[in-house]
């Protein structure tokens, strides 16, 4: 048995009426195959270029483990020089991955790689973030804490993508006060006898490619796999739903305050609570003992 996903729809290129009218106002994922090709970062970004002009940055890395207290919101699990990590990277697989870097804040001339697209959205365009990862590596299932739009454009190998929307929630084991769904499920190839609910929600998937854009409306879920080393870098624009933009200000604002806060009062047990009550409160909710 496996997931419930669909392919996300394809085109070589888009331009913005049709996008406007086809994939933001009903939010739905496209990928886009073709659009960037002009862009010199197309032929110029690549693992060895990025260790050519970022090579002495000492960069944040994540890796898979379990979220533990300790750890604060978005915290890194480790550092190191770029040159030495991209290293890895073409060496071994590895789990460690760079997430949410300002690397265009760093390294100013990357802005010269590339022009930001007219898709009719006002993209934010002081926060373009890089993401990298090794063979193997992987993100939790998890969706953005301001659900914004996100534009994925990829660079380097491939790169599989799991995709879920808001309406799945009951369906995934969303963890309270909380972006992500339990780690201990292998979305790659899930245990339905252990999270039965799985089997009701229905999803997108799709391989990602160099110079392909995935495009990913507002609040989806999302869990990518690095099936060959590479690296994306994320354009954005703020939730257009007022429904949306609401529960982004709350989880900013709120949410992740709180969550942070309850780690420092009572430790570990609040991440265990917090698991256990994804199962109880889901399972409860569809009659499931």
Known sequence: MTLNLQDIPRVKTLDKDTFLRDYFKPQKPVVIERQIEHWPAYTKWNLDYMKTVAGHINIPL???????????????????KMSDYIDLLKREPTRYRIFLWNALKEIPELQKDFTYPDFGLRLLKEIPMLFFGGQDSYTFMHYDIDLA??????????????????????????IPHSLITREDIDFANPDFKKWPLLAKAKGFKTELNHGEILYMPE?????????????????????????NLGRAIYNLMVMRHFDNAMRRLKGQPWIDWKNEQAVVRAHKKHGIV
Request: glycine fraction near 6%; avoid cysteine.
């Open 149 to 174: 739009n996100i534009f994925h454009f990829h660079f380097e190998g491939t790169k599989q993508i799991i995709l879920f929307d808001q309406k799945q929630n009951d369906y995934l084991y969303k």
């Open 219 to 243: 609040g989806y879920w999302h869990y990518m796999q690095y099936i060959t080393p590479g690296f994306s870098m994320s354009l954005r624009t703020i939730a257009r739903n007022p429904k």
């Open 62 to 80: 994540y890796d898979d483990r379990p979220v533990h207290f300790k750890d604060g919101f978005n915290e890194p699990h480790a550092t190191m």
